[in-house]
């Protein structure tokens, strides 16, 4: 059940950058463009390239985890270890921080949305990625330049990183109204905390009402600062690799190395921290003081 969850959220989220549509270009064009290059296009819809990267990820994402559990054996080895040792891993991290009640219902998704996010930023560090596609030749410096690239990282394309923000904030809001309910949920952000009588209960009522606001400020622009965050961290990698690549163009095999391993980091830390602050903003919503129990 758990790997059909895998499987169906990876489609879904590959699903949604794909109906992502681009909205930011540059005036002066950068070594690493911000627009994503299209490949195909049907009519209006564009197939770009880290689109096609991002499909190539997901589907081998669900045809390894589909030959890992084909054939479940008691005492597991290979691929299946491998499965269950990622899986077992992130499910026991997660519940040490969201509980064990809360992780049953919203591991699918932290776990989809971590395995997603790492293998895209790794694949994107492949040579070839970014280096293999249409271009022209320059005579003056006697080198080929990619004008297009067949592929890119998928998540130095701010669509893929906005279309999965948008998926959990939309979880989000299932998940808060399930946790407490409509009014609950308008409560949890409006409603006064604390215990407390009188005309000081009435002062903190009004007080905690435009501290709601705050609150809902801070909410709408939890995607956008998700997005933001992994976008410009793989864009800064990509560019940095880009420079150090042509600084010296008889080193560029040597110079870009140590910072390959370092985006090598980036790539598992991005997609651990995108992991977390979706659990943790989840985990803020969906707990409960003692005694402050929603009945069902």
Excluded at 27 to 42: F, G, Q, S, T, Y
Excluded at 43 to 65: D, H, P, Y
Excluded at 239 to 260: G, R
Excluded at 286 to 296: D, F, K, N, S, T
Aim: proline fraction near 5%; charge should be negative.
């Amino acid at each position: 059940m758990r790997n059909r969850y895998f499987l169906l959220s990876i489609l879904a989220l590959a699903c949604g950058f794909a109906f992502a549509t681009s909205t930011f270009a540059a005036e002066a064009e950068p070594a690493v463009p911000l627009k994503p290059a299209p490949l195909v296009h049907i009519g209006k819809f564009a197939i770009t390239n880290s689109m096609l990267l991002t499909w190539i990820v997901a589907a081998g994402i669900i045809i390894f985890a589909q030959l890992a559990t084909r054939d479940i054996q008691p005492v597991p080895s290979g691929a299946q270890n491998f499965w269950e040792w990622l899986v077992e891993s992130l499910y026991n991290f997660l519940e040490s921080i969201i509980g064990r009640d809360l992780v049953k219902k919203t591991f699918w998704f932290f776990a989809t949305i971590f395995i997603f996010i790492l293998f895209v930023n790794w694949f994107g560090m492949i040579p070839g990625v970014g280096t293999i596609g249409w271009g022209h030749y320059d005579p003056t410096t006697a080198t080929f330049h990619v004008d297009q690239p067949l592929l890119r990282g998928g998540n130095a394309d701010l669509n893929m990183t906005t279309a999965m923000a948008a998926i959990f904030f939309v979880l989000w809001v299932i998940w808060a109204i399930q946790a407490n309910g409509v009014g609950g949920f308008l409560l949890h952000i409006f409603g006064p905390k604390g215990d407390m009588s009188g005309f000081m209960k009435l002062i903190m009522i009004v007080v905690f009402f435009m501290v709601g606001w705050l609150e809902v400020v801070s909410i709408l622009f939890r995607p956008i600062s998700l997005s933001f965050r992994l976008f410009g961290n793989i864009y800064a990698g990509e560019s940095i690799m880009e420079a150090m690549s042509t600084m010296v163009p008889m080193l560029s095999w040597l110079i870009p190395i140590p910072f390959y391993f370092m985006e090598l980091l980036v790539g598992i830390v991005q997609a651990l921290v995108f992991m977390l602050l979706t659990a943790v903003f989840t985990l803020l919503i969906a707990q409960h003081e003692p005694g402050h129990e929603p009945h069902h």
